[in-house]
């Protein structure tokens, strides 16, 4: 998962398709959120090599990292939004929806894996299964996205639930059965989609955008159009 994030950012540089002349809230975001892709690794690494005792409390960091993460992925959706950025393969009302609901899925995984961390299996797997619902950008970043639409996000979610299932394999191939921690996480990965469909595709959604973008250029956009492509 680590991997399949730096590639996907690294080639969005390499491509030209970033630039560091960004908001300071966008350096922040990229700061926190990469940072926690270390706390992940480490974490795994702490709960294989040792000391436990350093893992156990790096844990209660890492919560506190997530509600970081909450806010500062939140807030630079909107800014994209309101500013009519959102990337053109994306419908902005969708978009304003799905990113911060990976992120209350990934929060509830890993808060759900934090409360049976007395049962490694459970608890390992669970956390797996939220980290995988924050890998989708990288994802995203990797895959012919203007070629999917109408269906980029859904494509990419789709890679994404790759994730679990290798999981799955892994379990019966090791163990001839599999572990029931990961029909719940993969549960709470498809629960977080279906919730994210029901609201962008609701007057919920719709009221949603509107109180976010007035005022603002996003305003103006469509909210379930997808923007010109730059490509013409």
Same mark, same amino acid.
Do not use: D, F, Q
């Given at each position: 998962m680590a991997g399949l994030l730096i590639a996907g950012f690294s080639l969005n540089i390499v491509m030209g398709r970033s630039s560091f002349e960004r908001p300071i809230i966008v350096h922040a975001h990229a700061i926190i959120f990469m940072g926690w892709m270390v706390i992940y690794v480490l974490q795994n690494w702490l709960? +294989?090599?040792g000391p436990l005792a350093l893992h156990r409390r790096l844990g209660w960091l890492a919560l506190g990292w997530l509600a970081l993460m909450l806010y500062f992925g +939140?807030?630079?959706t909107v800014m994209n939004v309101q500013a009519g950025t959102v990337p053109f393969f994306f419908q902005p009302l969708h978009f304003l929806v799905f990113d911060p609901m990976s992120l209350i899925?990934?929060?509830?995984l890993i808060g759900a894996g934090v409360s049976m961390r007395a049962d490694t299996g459970w608890h390992r797997r669970l956390n797996y299964c939220g980290m995988a619902l924050l890998v989708g950008p990288g994802?995203?970043?990797l895959l012919p996205m203007p070629l999917l639409i109408p269906y980029a996000y859904q494509s990419a979610f789709?890679?994404?639930l790759l994730?679990?299932?290798i999981g799955i394999v892994a379990d019966w191939w090791r163990d001839g059965r599999v572990h029931p921690a990961w029909w719940w996480g993969l549960?709470?990965?498809i629960a977080t989609e279906v919730v994210t469909e029901a609201i962008a595709f609701s007057p919920m959604g719709l009221s949603l955008y509107q109180a976010v973008t007035a005022g603002t250029p996003g305003a103006?956009?469509?909210p379930l159009a997808f923007p010109p492509s730059p490509l013409g």
């Open positions: 709960a +294989t090599k +939140t807030a630079v899925g990934c929060i509830a994802v995203g970043r789709a890679v994404v994730l679990p299932v549960g709470g990965m103006a956009i469509a």
